[in-house]
């Protein structure tokens, strides 16, 4: 069977960590995804507000994030991937904010990172189309991006995870970065050959995909084994809810309006045999507190129904 | 480029005399034609088909007389539950029909769907290439072309891309078809609807298939549901729910000079016959802003020099996209404390130097008073060509906006 993650984000709290890994532990998740973003959120970067939590210096960040790592190992939790904050560079903000970004947060997310023995790294492409014109244009701002911290990927065994992510128009989403397959297979084959490690992959993201109409089938079989990680979870189609699959369906006959047999399908055709991660830290909000526990262990179960598909069939 | 108009919603067939009237005032002179009435369910096909054939035929004669050009025929996604085996006898008969009546209505183009649709990858082009190719046959003799068009699927309510939204694999088809046919006899029509039902990045959509994109469908929706809109009119908030800027930069960045097909059925059933005629007025002059907006480049062609009225952020676009290609002399405002100051790399100077200029000159208006800069340029007795530039669809944008501005 394969392995069952999910985010820390509203499980893991910094003033009593091993209570939310205990959680996960008996909830039937084996993995964690460690939520670095939650600590600068692009809620308010996008504001240009910046807090204070990467200021601190490694030592004192690695003294942050013990407790944490004390409390994963403890209850046999292992941290597979953390999602670097994002984003990591504003088109109108400043030079010293953008420059704060790429030199001090991504550098310190790759050693909290590697302080978690996490081998995976996820993070999200530069959007910047709209200004520079084109999504070729674009991409070279993210490989410039990417070149800043591939080295320390290299030398820490991590691998940058590039996600498909979407943009907006007015309350359209339509595709952003890292949303055409054979574009993204190309150039991390291209990258990885350039610094002869496995220095990047990418972390398919199911309700991204949905919300821009990827047929998830084709798109993970193209990726092949460059697809490490993953973020599951479910939405309406139109905004980025982050829900618990097969929730949303859109015709009169009720079957899930997600195409989770594809994804099944292109997990089974590439041979995945990595972490069933949920990114589904929303759906812990909605529901009552009192039924957390149930909630996780359902989404478990939901990963482990994938699974056994998956192996099943393979 | 050609502007085009598709008929349906606006034509009725059997009585085609008011539609053809109405488009024909609007200043259409193209006209892409559906069969859609012809394959409505099966037993319509079966009891009407010579009927509703004899109608079109008709329509074709009507629309040459008052020289109204058919360019391209369309082919109805036929989707009938039905075996199989059936249906497909159905869309090749639908297919070789259409192409016979491009042929005979001296039409250019046939937008044929798939036979299969369902499958993707190298299955669905084994399972469609020798539909294609037999269809080819049929097409050299009425000297037709034959376009793919993008598609979608829909997966229990949702729209997922379907066969041909991949355009880079749409692109290897169509030349492996033309490479089989010995000739270019396969070409693309990209739906912008459908691109937006997909989330699509357009103009990465375009710049994959190139030349190779003979005709664009522009239709607006909410990139939700389907649905054949005018462009401009799907919003929410104040903003476009297509990308048509990633559009515009794609259709550019190709040269596209094909036919463009405005097709707004939806919006046509909205309003009311009594608005017809307006409504399509107003259609072909947005259908034509587009092609301005894709061919912008054209006006600063036509000039052997030419200045700028506006020293502001279109002016700052001007010469990051243009300033380079098409430098201008100078550039004139209104705002005397910028006279006699540079403004990215150009004099800034007041509107009476515009008095001195070359008669050959052109003056591009780079701010969106345009109408009453012109007027105030009339006024003064300015007799060289106004332009109106704008940059709401530059090939690219600074990161920041003039906060004097």
Redesign the interface.
Same mark, same amino acid.
């Given at each position: 069977m394969l392995q069952i993650g999910i985010q820390t984000k509203n499980v893991i709290f910094d003033n009593n960590p091993e209570e939310g890994f205990e959680l996960l532990k008996k909830s039937g998740f084996s993995c964690a995804d460690f939520s670095l973003h939650s600590y600068l959120t692009n809620m308010s970067l996008y504001r240009f507000e910046l807090n204070d939590f990467f200021n601190k210096s490694d030592g004192e960040l690695e003294a942050f994030f013990k407790p944490h790592k004390k409390a994963a190992e403890v209850f046999g939790i292992k941290i597979n991937q953390l999602h670097m904050p994002y984003p990591v560079y504003i088109?109108?903000g400043s030079k010293e904010l953008n420059d704060y970004l790429f030199n001090v947060v991504a550098p310190k997310s790759m050693r909290i990172c590697a302080f978690f023995d996490c081998p995976n790294i996820v993070v999200h492409g530069l959007k910047l189309?709209?200004? &520079? +014109? /084109?999504?070729e244009?674009e991409w070279e701002y993210t490989e410039e991006f990417l070149s800043t911290i591939a080295p320390m990927a290299k030398e820490m065994k991590i691998t940058i995870c590039i996600e498909n992510i979407?943009t907006s128009? +007015?309350? *359209?989403?339509?595709?952003g970065p890292c949303?055409?397959a054979?574009k993204a297979a190309e150039r991390i084959d291209r990258f990885n050959d350039k610094y002869g490690a496995e220095v990047l992959g990418f972390c398919f993201d199911t309700g991204h995909a949905? &919300?821009?109409?990827?047929?998830f =089938?084709?798109f993970i079989t193209t990726l092949g084994s460059r697809l490490k990680v993953l973020h599951i979870h479910d939405n309406d +189609?139109?905004s980025d809810l982050h829900q618990i699959p097969f929730t949303f #369906?859109?015709?009169r =006959?009720n079957?899930?309006? #997600?195409?989770w047999n594809g994804f099944i399908q292109g997990l089974i055709n590439i041979g995945y045999n990595k972490v069933l991660n949920f990114e589904t830290s929303p759906v812990l909000t909605s529901f009552p507190e009192e039924m957390k526990s149930e909630v996780l262990k359902f989404i478990a179960k939901i990963g482990n129904y994938f699974s056994g598909k998956i192996k099943n069939n393979s | 480029m050609k502007v085009i108009c598709e008929l349906s919603g606006i034509i009725d067939y059997r009585r085609p005399v008011q539609g053809i009237t109405d488009i024909k005032n609007a200043g259409f002179e193209q006209v892409a034609v559906s069969l859609n009435y012809l394959y409505k369910n099966e037993t319509e096909f079966s009891a009407d088909h010579q009927s509703f054939s004899e109608d079109y035929k008709s329509f074709i004669g009507k629309s040459r007389r008052e020289n109204i050009h058919i360019s391209v025929f369309r082919v109805p996604r036929i989707i009938y539950d039905i075996h199989q085996a059936v249906l497909f006898k159905i869309r090749q008969k639908a297919a070789v029909e259409a192409i016979k009546l491009c042929g005979e209505a001296g039409g250019q183009y046939v937008i044929v769907p798939p036979a299969f649709e369902e499958a %993707?990858?190298i299955k669905a082009w084994q399972m469609n290439r020798d539909y294609y190719l037999n269809l080819a046959k049929s097409a050299c003799e009425n000297n037709v072309m034959i376009l793919i068009e993008n598609q979608?699927?829909n997966?229990?309510? *949702?729209? @997922?891309?379907?066969i041909w %939204?991949?355009a +880079?694999e749409a692109a290897e088809w169509l030349d492996k078809l033309n490479e089989l046919m010995g000739e270019e006899r396969f070409g693309f029509c990209m739906n912008t609807g459908t691109c /937006? &039902?997909?989330? $699509?990045?357009m103009?990465?959509f375009a710049?994959s298939l190139g030349s190779r994109i003979k005709v664009v469908v522009l239709r607006d929706c909410?990139? *939700?549901n389907e649905a054949s809109m005018l462009p401009f009119t799907a @919003?929410? !908030?104040g903003? #476009? $729910? #297509?990308?048509w &800027?990633?559009l515009i !930069?794609g259709l550019r960045?190709i040269c596209f000079d094909g036919g463009l097909i405005l097709d707004i059925r939806d919006t046509v059933a909205a309003f009311s016959p009594l608005l017809r005629p307006q409504l399509l007025s107003f259609a072909k002059a947005t259908v034509e802003y587009i092609r301005w907006q894709i061919e912008i480049e054209h006006s600063l062609k036509k000039y052997k020099s030419i200045v700028l009225f506006g020293a502001g952020n279109m002016c700052r676009n001007y010469m990051k996209c243009y300033g380079e290609k098409y430098p201008p002399l100078f550039t004139c405002d209104n705002n005397k404390e910028l006279w006699g100051t540079n403004f990215c790399g150009l004099e800034v100077k007041p509107p009476e130097a515009l008095r001195k200029i070359p008669s050959d000159c052109g003056i591009f208006i780079c701010n969106i008073y345009y109408r009453e800069i012109e007027k105030q340029l009339r006024d003064m007795g300015i007799e060289n060509n106004i332009e109106f530039f704008n940059d709401e669809y530059?090939? %690219?944008?600074?990161?920041?906006r003039l906060k004097r501005m």
């Amino acid at each position: 069977m394969l392995q069952i993650g999910i985010q820390t984000k509203n499980v893991i709290f910094d003033n009593n960590p091993e209570e939310g890994f205990e959680l996960l532990k008996k909830s039937g998740f084996s993995c964690a995804d460690f939520s670095l973003h939650s600590y600068l959120t692009n809620m308010s970067l996008y504001r240009f507000e910046l807090n204070d939590f990467f200021n601190k210096s490694d030592g004192e960040l690695e003294a942050f994030f013990k407790p944490h790592k004390k409390a994963a190992e403890v209850f046999g939790i292992k941290i597979n991937q953390l999602h670097m904050p994002y984003p990591v560079y504003i088109p109108n903000g400043s030079k010293e904010l953008n420059d704060y970004l790429f030199n001090v947060v991504a550098p310190k997310s790759m050693r909290i990172c590697a302080f978690f023995d996490c081998p995976n790294i996820v993070v999200h492409g530069l959007k910047l189309a709209r200004n &520079l +014109g /084109s999504e070729e244009a674009e991409w070279e701002y993210t490989e410039e991006f990417l070149s800043t911290i591939a080295p320390m990927a290299k030398e820490m065994k991590i691998t940058i995870c590039i996600e498909n992510i979407y943009t907006s128009i +007015g309350n *359209h989403i339509i595709e952003g970065p890292c949303c055409n397959a054979r574009k993204a297979a190309e150039r991390i084959d291209r990258f990885n050959d350039k610094y002869g490690a496995e220095v990047l992959g990418f972390c398919f993201d199911t309700g991204h995909a949905k &919300l821009v109409g990827i047929d998830f =089938e084709p798109f993970i079989t193209t990726l092949g084994s460059r697809l490490k990680v993953l973020h599951i979870h479910d939405n309406d +189609g139109i905004s980025d809810l982050h829900q618990i699959p097969f929730t949303f #369906t859109k015709s009169r =006959e009720n079957m899930a309006s #997600t195409d989770w047999n594809g994804f099944i399908q292109g997990l089974i055709n590439i041979g995945y045999n990595k972490v069933l991660n949920f990114e589904t830290s929303p759906v812990l909000t909605s529901f009552p507190e009192e039924m957390k526990s149930e909630v996780l262990k359902f989404i478990a179960k939901i990963g482990n129904y994938f699974s056994g598909k998956i192996k099943n069939n393979s | 480029m050609k502007v085009i108009c598709e008929l349906s919603g606006i034509i009725d067939y059997r009585r085609p005399v008011q539609g053809i009237t109405d488009i024909k005032n609007a200043g259409f002179e193209q006209v892409a034609v559906s069969l859609n009435y012809l394959y409505k369910n099966e037993t319509e096909f079966s009891a009407d088909h010579q009927s509703f054939s004899e109608d079109y035929k008709s329509f074709i004669g009507k629309s040459r007389r008052e020289n109204i050009h058919i360019s391209v025929f369309r082919v109805p996604r036929i989707i009938y539950d039905i075996h199989q085996a059936v249906l497909f006898k159905i869309r090749q008969k639908a297919a070789v029909e259409a192409i016979k009546l491009c042929g005979e209505a001296g039409g250019q183009y046939v937008i044929v769907p798939p036979a299969f649709e369902e499958a %993707s990858g190298i299955k669905a082009w084994q399972m469609n290439r020798d539909y294609y190719l037999n269809l080819a046959k049929s097409a050299c003799e009425n000297n037709v072309m034959i376009l793919i068009e993008n598609q979608y699927k829909n997966y229990n309510g *949702h729209m @997922v891309r379907g066969i041909w %939204s991949d355009a +880079g694999e749409a692109a290897e088809w169509l030349d492996k078809l033309n490479e089989l046919m010995g000739e270019e006899r396969f070409g693309f029509c990209m739906n912008t609807g459908t691109c /937006s &039902l997909c989330g $699509q990045d357009m103009h990465d959509f375009a710049a994959s298939l190139g030349s190779r994109i003979k005709v664009v469908v522009l239709r607006d929706c909410d990139g *939700h549901n389907e649905a054949s809109m005018l462009p401009f009119t799907a @919003v929410s !908030r104040g903003q #476009t $729910q #297509t990308d048509w &800027l990633s559009l515009i !930069r794609g259709l550019r960045e190709i040269c596209f000079d094909g036919g463009l097909i405005l097709d707004i059925r939806d919006t046509v059933a909205a309003f009311s016959p009594l608005l017809r005629p307006q409504l399509l007025s107003f259609a072909k002059a947005t259908v034509e802003y587009i092609r301005w907006q894709i061919e912008i480049e054209h006006s600063l062609k036509k000039y052997k020099s030419i200045v700028l009225f506006g020293a502001g952020n279109m002016c700052r676009n001007y010469m990051k996209c243009y300033g380079e290609k098409y430098p201008p002399l100078f550039t004139c405002d209104n705002n005397k404390e910028l006279w006699g100051t540079n403004f990215c790399g150009l004099e800034v100077k007041p509107p009476e130097a515009l008095r001195k200029i070359p008669s050959d000159c052109g003056i591009f208006i780079c701010n969106i008073y345009y109408r009453e800069i012109e007027k105030q340029l009339r006024d003064m007795g300015i007799e060289n060509n106004i332009e109106f530039f704008n940059d709401e669809y530059m090939p %690219s944008f600074h990161f920041d906006r003039l906060k004097r501005m």
